[in-house]
């Protein structure tokens, strides 16, 4: 297969999954994925529903069991360490759906989140996050649930952020958003990896998140089916074939 | 299964004779201890269908219990009829109650039912002390004894021993019926009863009547044991007793809850010193069964087999049969079998993670499921529904829109499925497949719009309805009972091809006995048809994910449904899986029957569908033929983001 | 009438108190604990003991009976709610805290005794009636417990966090909330409240081990008027149950308390089985 690349560089990856498998119950779903992220780079894990991409990224931040395998993270084995630890030690994941705490405030909502980070809970962090995102500082005393769907993502994300993380997990942060906040959310990635932090992304907006992304997995039947650079996996026609099934034609390929 | 494990035919019953007749070896006081164990399993086996069959935790039992003994003693007391009417008269009672307590409290979920129970039980001994005229109140009433020959002590055993073993018969009976798979099935999943047409909440009612009835009879029983009644002797703490006696001795299990009551009935007269410790004692025993062994002590009777099953480890006998029947079947062992991974695991999986590294196309296939692709004998023309399906005709979702709170799940959505043809429905996540699969099933309701069968409006028919006109389903993950055979599982499918009523099934009257066996071959015949005939008489628990989804297929078949509604059914599935279930499909629309395939796998979709529809942000975007809708942009810009 | 006003009141008191309790375990572990009833009665009998046998001042007694019950609180958590929650089956909770509750009720039955006990007077008050603290320290300790339980759930971190492992247990884990921690602590909450309630209430109740059942059910009774989750539906309730009782006891006796209110829950289930304000959950497969 022309499309493996090895490594992007030469120094040590910052996360590094070596053959995960995951079941539910006796339902194997993630059959010994192999992967690596290098610190700062902006990678994209794709894929077509129900191919494990959930699975494997709950896996690794401790959130489901792993039947087999081992995750590194900053060169430390994190196979068996606790969610709260993996988040403290800057492995940071915002779970699929917008999922905020709908009762609390926004303010109370980052509260819980520093809390639960192990960070300081003084001003200076929650400050910090309302001057990224001024929406949020005008929704402050507001229930979530009372934000759109769009600012429940941000403030999802916000909640990451608060951890202070080396590597974002963020899993399909467009699903059910209009797609200029979609825009808005993939710049924000961005711009964090430019900030040194590094990026996971899983996203159904293939072509959006291949403009951004560093480096590209594809997975299917919770199998790795590709790897490489996003041009080099659009050259190959892979895509397609994952998506919409049967052989390529000469007009897909472009995709 | 438990009720398999009784044995059968004559044995059984010389058994049971021996048992009936040990303590009458004993003094008075062993037949006394054997009269009460008698009258207390009276109202357990029948609590047992309730708690451990059903799925219906009735902490309420002593309530019935006493309505019957009061019945009894008033009735007789007065001299109003004889003990045998009145014992008679005691269970008709009992019934009534038990109709009038369940008619409003089984449609509620476990918690509130169980406090509905608790509260009837307190309701009942309030009365007992408040109507001093007819129950004597606080001081209690006289029980009369039953008539010569159930007079001496010898006597009233034999007869109360009788009526148990009568009404343990009963339950065995009716629990190896369809009523029993429907009872078993609620239990595990009323979402899934529904979907073969099994009407829960009479199913539960039915039962729930039923041990009201057996509760008022053990009532008059227990009375003319203690001869003396008091509002006390129906204290929380019997009912408690009831209640532990069956958890202890297992769900679905008739063995494991008759050992249960012996022993706990034993025990404090045994050690008699510790007697007012027992009900601490029964608190404990069964925060430890809870937490230590959930399955309780039929699990522990059974288990040996059911573990071996699970524990699949290569090379034991039960392991190569399944094996072998496996390869009749034509499917891998696919990879997530545990099997899989106890023998070779290490060079699997370095095999796994080279492959990885490099060419990471041609590998798809486990190698148990590339090797089994060449045996593959695409056995599944031989797939005979029941019976024949009407041809033509059309399921129809017309307009249908359906929010959960500010989500929009469903705008104005139409699809017509048409008998004899495959219609794929695709669409990202969250775009409405499923809820829309939900609405034509039954199990939600439209906000508007409507949903017609052959031009009928059906659109308010409950869940449960409409596999028995035709509609059948499976679900995303199998579901299947797992202590039960594949047989029996894939029999559970036939209730709306059963006949016989409860009593006749409690009695195992003609009808009963035929519906089992037309169930039995409608049912191996479908097995034979997807070649799954070889693992009939295997437990659920011991089959591999495939396996499930086929058989979760042939449970559907058995009302010979004119429309099958598959819910992703090729995820979990290996590559050679997944054509051996493209070749099923075919089959049923050669058949005639619609098949309505809600599916990620796009080859599988695109490959067996002639018309796709594809769905996204709960609006239809695209249907027409696989071709026009791959080509389609909008697909594409869905899937691709483009 | 007003003496039936006020008993009404008292009792109802008494009857949102265990509804709160429910709510609190209920809110981080979605288990209805049949132990709710139980950590009340534990107030009443422990605070008779402390006071009445150990001879502890009445203060002394009262914060005595507080740290039992949240220990009670604990074991119920740890022992029968954590495990059971690692399994898959449904009503497994169910089972393990009937367990639990028969476990507590035959020790207090085999050490305290089954007949009920006289509470001691906790403060001196010559006069009598209507105003005698065996009715107003119930009410008020109920009023202060469910404004303290507004503003901790409101106004700090830990009331916060319970909030949050309420509205999603699972985004909970993953921004690093401690769940185990934050539910063994509800439910020390829990039985502290439930024997703060019961303690306040014991000169109502009399120190009684078949207290526990009575007030699972009744407890229960106020949440399905009230509905489940709110504290505002723990108090009406509570509140409405109660004067039902009492003017029932008034008008047919003492002889059909119970029936009268149980019979009002299976009506009520069968008109509305998500209370009289609680929110119908939508119905998922």
Known sequence: ?255 | MTMRALGSGPMQFILAALIILLPLLGGPYAVHLATLIAAYWTLIAGLNLVVGFTGQLSVGHVGLLAVGAYMFAILTARNIVGPEVALVLAGVTGGLCGLLLGLPSLRLPGFYFAMTTLAFTIIVVELAVALTDVTGGGTGVMVSAFSPPMDTQRGQYLFTAGIAGVVTLMTVLVTRSMWGRAMVSVRESEVMAASVGIPGYRVKLAVFTFSGVVAGVAGALFGALQTYITPDTFAFDLSLFFFICIIIGGKGSIIGPFIGTVVLTLLPEAVSPLAKYSHLFYGVLLLAVVLLIPGGLGALIDGPRAAKANDASPGGGLESHLAQARQAFGLGRPRDDLAAAAAGQSMTQSIASTRTLDGLDASQHSPGGSAMRTKSHGSAASLRLPHPVAAGGSLEAVGVSRSFDAVKALQDVSLTAQRGTVHGLIGPNGSGKTTLLNILSGYYAVDSGSVMLDGHNITRSPANWRPRHGIGRTFQTPRVIPELTVLDNVMAGGWSEAQATFVEALVSGPRAIRDERKLRGTALALLSGLGLRALAERPANAMTHAELRFVEIARALMHSPGFILLDEPASGLTDTEIDRLGEVIGALRRQGVGVLLVEHHTDLVFGASDVVTTLNFGRVIRTGTPDEVRADPEVRRVYLGE | MLSVILSGIALGAIYSSVAMVYNLTYATSRVLSITAGFTFMIGGVLGAYFIDIAKLQPIVGFLATLVAGALLGLAIEFVAVRRVLERSDQHLWLLSTLAFSTIIQQVVALTWGTEPRRFPRLFKQDFGGLLDQKYWLPIGAVLLVAAMLELFLRRTIIGKLFVAVSDDTQAAVARGIPVNAVRAASYALAGTVGSLTGFAAGQLTFAYFALGFMLTLNGFIALAIGGLGSTAGALTGGLLLGLLTAFATHFFGGAFQNSISTGLLIILLLARPQGLFGVRAARMV
Request: with cysteine; hydrophobic share 45%.
């Open chain 1, 1 to 255: 297969m022309c499309i493996w690349e090895s490594k992007l560089s030469g120094g040590s990856p910052l996360l590094e999954i070596v053959d995960l498998h995951v079941a539910y119950g006796r339902l194997e779903v993630v059959h010994g994925i192999s992967l690596t992220v290098e610190p700062g780079a902006f990678t994209v894990l794709l894929g077509r529903n129900g191919a494990g991409k959930t699975t494997t990224l709950r896996a690794v931040s401790g959130l489901i069991r792993k039947r087999a395998g081992v995750v590194r993270f900053g060169g430390a084995d994190i196979t068996r360490a606790s969610p709260a630890a993996i988040l403290r030690d800057g492995l940071v994941q915002v779970l699929d759906g917008h999922r905020v705490f709908a009762s609390l405030t926004v303010d109370d909502n980052l509260q819980v989140s520093i809390f639960g980070s192990g960070q300081s809970r003084d001003a200076a962090t929650i400050d910090s996050i309302y001057q990224s995102f001024p929406e949020l500082e005008e929704r402050r005393w507001q229930p979530a649930a009372r934000l759109s769907g769009g600012q429940q993502q941000i403030l999802a994300v916000a909640q990451g952020l608060v951890a202070k993380p080396r590597l974002l997990i963020l899993d399909e942060p467009s699903a059910g958003l209009a797609p200029l906040v979609v825009d808005r959310i993939l710049k924000l990635a961005k711009s964090l990896t430019e900030q040194g932090t590094a990026i996971l992304l899983v996203e159904q907006f293939v072509k959006k998140a291949l403009a951004y992304a560093d480096h590209c997995y594809i997975m299917d039947h919770g199998s790795l089916v590709g790897a490489g650079r996003p041009d080099q996996l659009q050259e190959s026609g892979i895509i397609h074939r994952v998506y919409l099934g049967g052989e390529p034609d000469t007009a897909t390929a472009q995709i």
